[in-house]
């Protein structure tokens, strides 16, 4: 397995946990979009941070339907690596979320990376 093979597999696994899908990493197709950024020297973190992105902006909207490879690593992609984060606000956390941010923190296990950590 080649070095862009290692990423396109890792960019589609990440992909395929993030929203439960079973994109084939051996597409020829989503290999191409992939390896196109590859080759512009993205690496799969960058592919990640996209993922994170567009997932945290389309989840609860009618754009969830366009969360595939072929929108993600098409002709947009700079566009959406390069967009700002959307701060969140305690009105775009789940009671369920801030409940487990409290717990976690009640047992000493806060993470300073966590973006909803109190500090």
Known sequence: MSGNDIVVKDVIDYLNKKINSSYNWENEKIKGLINNWIEKG???????????????????????????????????????????????????????????MIESRKNGEENENNPFSFY
């Open 42 to 100: 993205y690496k799969t973190l960058d592919f990640q941070i996209v993922i994170d992105k567009k997932f945290d902006e389309w989840k609860d909207t009618k754009m969830v339907v366009h969360f595939n490879p072929y929108t993600l690593f098409g002709d947009k992609f700079e566009n959406y690596y390069n967009q700002p984060v959307k701060k969140k606000t305690l009105n775009d956390i789940s009671m369920k979320e801030l409940e487990k």
